[in-house]
C-alpha cells in the first residue's frame, strides 16, 4: 500500500547486493525507490580484502538498473528507481553521463532516474568561482552524515590532508565547471535531477532521529535512512478541483477531506503489507505520511484564474496554507485519540516548530531568506496544540507527480498546468 521506499546503501559486497535484492522485494509490490549510492567507494578505491583497486560505484548501478528492469511492479509496468550521489563524490562525474546514449554501454543506466544531492558548500563554491575536490568515501566517510556548517568544516579539513598528500583518490575540478555540466546533462538527458541536501536535513523535523541521504524516486518526500531502517513513504492526495465551489474554495469541505485522508493514510501504516523488516521497523517507528494535491490548474480554471497571475500564486499560498494547517492539526486529533508517533520526542515538533517556523532555521544558517511569511490562520493556537498533545505522524505533508491517479480523476496533476490542451495518455498500473 505504500508508494515509495528510501534506502542507503552500505559500502561493502554483502551490503550492495541486500540493497539490490531489497529493491527487487520492493518493486514486486508496486514500490517505487530511492537508493543513496555515496558511501559506496569511488573507482581507484583500495579494496583492503583483495588489495586491488575498486571499480566504482558506476557498474553497481548498472545492477540495480537493471534489476529494476527484471523485477517489475505487481506483474504491469516495469520497476522506478532513483538513484542519488552527493556531488563531492569521485564517480561523480561518470554518474552525471549515466542518462547518455553515447559511450561504453556498460556504464550507462537508461531506465534509471538519477539525483544529485548537493551541499551548499558546492553551491558557495560555485558563486565564488572557487575549486571543488572530489573524494573517494572510503577515505572521507563522516562526510556522508554531516551537513551545513559542520560539513563545510570537516570538508576543509579533508582538503587540507589531499593537499598535504594524505589522502590517496581525490581530484580537484572548477566548481563552474562542474555545476556546468549537471546543467548541461539535465538539460540533453533530463538527469540527473538536482536535489539540496542541507535545507532537507536542517527544516527535517526528525534531525534528532538521523540523516536525510536522499529523496524518494519523484524526489517529494525526504525521510532520514540508515542501515537499520528503510524509509516508507505512504502518500495521498486531494483533488483540489473538488473542494472549489460558486468560484471560491470551500475550507469546510477541504478540512473535512484533509481529516479523512489523514486518518486513511495512518490506517495504512498499521495494516500495510512489508516486504523487509527494515521498512517497517522504520514506518511503524515515524509514522511518515505525505498528503498532496492535485487538480490545481482545473482548480484555477473553476475560478476563471490565469495560471501565469498573481492571483494565482494568491490562491497556492491560501489553498497550501490551509492544506498544511488542517493536515498538521488531523495529526494532533490522531495522536489524542490513538497516542504519539514513538520517536516525537526530541523532533522539532516536540520543540513547537512546525514546518512554516523551520524556514528560520535555514535562514539562519543561509544568513537570511527573502520571502513571504505572511499567514492567515490560527498557528499560535495549533503549535500549542502540537506540543502538549504530539503529533501521530513525524511526516504530513508531500506534492506528489500524481501522474496516474490524476489521469484515473480525470485532471491536470499535482500543482503542474497542462502541457498541451488535447493528448492521450494510457496506463499499464
Not at 575536490?133 to 582538503?159: V, W
Not at 516508507?232 to 477531506?257: F, M, P, Q, T
Not at 490524476?406 to 498546468?417: K, L, T
Amino acid at each position: 500500500l505504500s508508494s515509495c521506499f528510501l534506502t542507503t546503501v552500505a559500502d561493502d559486497l554483502d551490503g550492495i547486493f541486500k540493497s539490490v535484492k531489497d529493491n527487487a522485494l520492493l518493486a514486486k509490490y508496486s514500490g517505487g525507490l530511492g537508493n543513496d549510492w555515496t558511501r559506496v567507494r569511488g573507482l581507484g578505491a583500495h579494496i583492503k580484502g583483495t588489495n586491488g583497486e575498486s571499480q566504482g560505484v558506476v557498474p553497481f548501478l548498472k545492477v540495480a538498473n537493471d534489476t529494476a528492469i527484471a523485477v517489475n511492479q505487481g506483474g504491469k509496468r516495469k520497476g522506478a528507481v532513483c538513484a542519488y550521489l552527493e556531488t563531492w563524490h569521485i564517480d561523480i562525474e561518470e554518474f552525471l553521463d549515466l542518462r547518455k546514449n553515447t559511450g561504453d554501454d556498460r556504464r550507462r543506466t537508461h531506465d534509471m532516474n538519477t539525483a544529485n544531492w548537493v551541499p551548499d558548500l558546492f553551491m558557495q563554491r560555485v558563486d565564488a568561482d572557487g575549486e571543488w575536490t572530489l573524494f573517494s568515501p572510503d577515505e572521507t566517510p563522516d562526510l556522508h552524515d554531516l551537513y551545513g556548517k559542520p560539513f563545510a568544516e570537516r570538508y576543509a579539513f579533508y582538503e587540507a590532508k589531499a593537499e598535504r598528500g594524505e589522502i590517496r583518490v581525490f581530484k580537484q575540478v572548477r566548481a563552474t565547471d562542474l555545476w556546468r555540466k549537471m546543467l548541461t546533462m539535465l538539460f540533453e538527458t533530463g538527469h540527473p535531477w538536482i536535489t539540496f541536501k542541507d535545507p532537507c536535513n536542517q527544516r527535517s523535523p526528525q534531525r534528532h532521529a538521523g540523516v536525510i541521504h536522499s529523496s524518494n524516486l519523484c524526489t517529494e518526500i525526504t525521510l532520514n535512512t540508515s542501515d537499520d531502517e528503510t524509509a516508507v513513504c505512504n502518500l495521498g492526495s486531494i483533488n483540489l478541483l473538488n473542494h472549489v465551489r460558486e468560484g471560491r474554495l470551500d475550507e469546510a469541505r477541504l478540512k473535512k477531506s484533509v481529516s479523512i485522508a489523514m486518518r486513511m493514510l495512518d490506517n495504512v501504516i498499521d495494516i500495510n503489507f512489508y516486504t523487509i523488516p527494515e521498512a517497517r521497523r522504520s514506518n511503524l517507528r515515524h509514522r511518515p505520511v505525505g498528503l498532496g494535491l492535485m487538480g490545481f490548474q482545473d482548480a484555477l480554471q473553476a475560478m476563471r484564474i490565469a495560471m501565469a497571475s498573481g492571483a494565482a500564486v494568491a490562491f497556492a499560498d491560501t489553498s497550501m496554507e490551509a492544506i498544511s494547517y488542517y493536515a498538521i492539526s488531523a495529526s494532533v486529533d490522531l495522536a489524542a485519540e490513538r497516542g504519539r508517533y514513538p520517536s516525537f520526542d526530541g523532533s522539532l515538533w516536540s520543540q513547537g516548530i512546525l514546518p512554516i517556523d523551520s524556514i528560520e532555521l535555514l535562514a539562519g544558517a543561509r544568513g537570511g531568506l527573502d520571502m513571504d511569511r505572511s499567514t492567515t490562520l490560527d498557528w499560535a493556537g495549533l503549535r500549542a496544540r502540537v506540543k502538549s498533545t504530539g503529533m501521530r505522524n513525524s511526516n504530513v505533508m508531500a506534492i506528489a507527480p500524481t501522474a496516474t491517479i490524476s489521469n484515473i480523476c480525470g485532471v491536470a496533476q499535482s500543482i503542474e498546468p497542462g502541457y498541451q490542451n488535447l493528448y492521450v495518455k494510457s496506463n499499464m498500473s
